[in-house]
């Protein structure tokens, strides 16, 4: 629309400027020839009228008339209208004491077109002519009228020609502007619409809704956030009917085992005090097993729910001497060979409860899953700003393949062994939990029959960092 409105009104000024220029022309050329005229007008000499006349008709290639006061033409260069009246809206006004009028005519038909018609009507104009009415005066009194007429038809069909070809270009550029419009929404709504369609189908519960990531613009940042919400949302949703599932399971266990049990007791009969007494205690057994999964359960879902540590400045050193001294009986008992290396004293600022529980499992895990006469090795060193703790082991060794879900909650390498050990699944999972409350990280390495190392890291206190 506004190239509409700065076409049309480019060609009304360009038109108006040649209008008005040839107008400026046929004014000075007619009262230039109204004054030679005046005085042969007043002397009826005919001959001198139509000399004058003639010359600037010839040299204008134009047609002149000179008209009484009575508007009978007297003189007209084309010998068509003398002895006629002939009379215009320009004559009429000159007649009535006007300087001068000019008027534009089809010489092929009847009616006026002025400039703006001219310019914006699509009507077949033949013969475009302009018409210049001059009053011809002697001694101060009005003697006649000098009608001027020359052709514009060029003027108006280069008008025309413009006007065509700045429609035809407005149509080109109007196309290309819609086309480019609907491809820049088709860019803007395609986009929005995924996302729309991505969000419905999540809201009505399909957590596995993707949408198409194109290009590198704010779309394509707003479509990867979704995705990776999605993504995320899904993996939840998953760990949850997993973690749910695996919880269900690992409860029903212990409580199946014991309805066993206690069912052999109801039922027996003589009833066999000594057999009493071993179904008596793999319940308790059982009891403890189920006290420890809902133990490790409540303190997985005081995690989810954002656990608040109790911090304090703490020397890591002696925490993990303390936990070896703890563990040495059970390492003699199962004929392995337990000791610590730490060289300095490190201060981390944590909470001394979750830590001695970090440390513990994993120095307990390394001492169950390595056989007589191996070897568990526990080191302190500062890397950085970083107190680096490893718990190497020559035991069994992790397989590749479930190396990189032993953090996961519930996870098993040998879930039969496992079971044997007493584990429930879940205190590597609480203790990668507990490292990444303390701003930590915990890494595992190992192989098949060649033992595991596990390496944790935690931030130094600030004071200690600094020294």
């Known amino acids: 629309m506004a190239f509409t409105v700065i076409g049309f ?33 007043a002397d009826f000499d005919a001959e001198k009228m139509y000399a004058a006349a003639m010359n600037t008709a010839q040299a204008e290639q134009s047609r002149i008339l000179v008209l009484d006061p009575l508007c009978v033409v007297q003189v007209d260069t084309a010998s068509q209208m003398n002895g006629t009246r002939f009379i215009t809206s320009e004559i009429s006004s000159v007649l009535q004491g006007a300087a001068g009028e000019y008027g534009f005519y089809d010489a092929g038909g009847a009616g006026a077109y ?55 270009w407005m149509g080109i550029v109007a196309t290309a502007v819609l086309v480019f419009s609907l491809l820049v929404l088709r860019t803007i709504t395609r986009p929005i619409g995924e996302l729309n369609e991505g969000i419905s189908r999540m809201s009505r519960g399909d957590l596995s809704a993707r949408v198409s990531v194109r290009g590198r613009n704010e779309f394509a940042g707003l479509a990867s956030a979704f995705n990776s919400m999605s993504e995320r949302l899904e993996q939840l949703d998953k760990s949850r009917s997993q973690f749910v599932s695996n919880a269900s399971h690992e409860l029903k266990t212990p409580l199946s085992t014991m309805k066993i049990l206690i069912e052999t007791l109801l039922y027996q009969d003589p009833v066999d005090p000594g057999m009493t007494k071993e179904f008596l205690t793999d319940i308790n057994k059982e009891i ?32 993990l ?21 730490a060289k300095e004293s490190l201060e981390v600022s944590g909470d001394a409860l979750k830590l001695q529980q970090v440390i513990y499992n994993i120095i307990d895990n390394a001492i169950k899953y390595t056989p007589r006469g191996g070897e568990v090795h526990c080191t302190l060193a500062k890397s950085g700003k970083k107190a680096v703790i490893r718990v190497s082991d020559t035991g069994v060794g992790i397989p590749e393949e479930d190396l990189p879900h032993i953090f996961d909650r519930f996870y098993r390498v040998d879930k039969a062994r496992s079971r044997e050990t007493g584990g429930t699944g879940l205190g590597l999972s609480i203790v990668k939990q507990f490292i990444l409350l303390h701003g930590g990280t915990i890494d595992a390495r190992s192989a098949p029959g060649k033992g595991s190392t596990f390496t944790i890291e935690l931030p130094l206190s600030t004071r200690k960092a600094e020294a």
């Open 321 to 341: 001497q303390e936990q070896v001294k703890r563990l040495s009986p059970l390492a003699r008992e199962n004929g392995v060979e337990l000791d610590c290396s």
């Open 288 to 319: 403890d097993r189920l006290n420890r999964i809902v133990s490790d359960l409540l303190t997985l879902v005081s995690i989810d729910n954002g656990m608040k540590l109790n911090l304090a400045e703490l020397d890591i050193g002696s925490l």
């Open 114 to 168: 002025w400039i703006r018609a001219a310019l914006t009507a699509f009507s077949n104009v033949s013969s475009m002519t302009g018409i210049y009415a001059a009053a011809i005066n002697h001694d101060g009194a009005l003697a006649g009228v000098l009608v001027y007429i020359s052709q514009v038809q060029e003027i108006y069909e280069s008008l025309r020609d413009i006007q065509l070809k700045m429609l035809l």
């Open 9 to 41: 009104s480019l060609i009304q000024l360009v038109g108006e400027y040649l209008f008005t220029q040839r107008i400026r022309d046929d004014q000075r050329i007619a009262e230039s020839t109204a004054q030679e005229v005046g005085e042969y007008l």
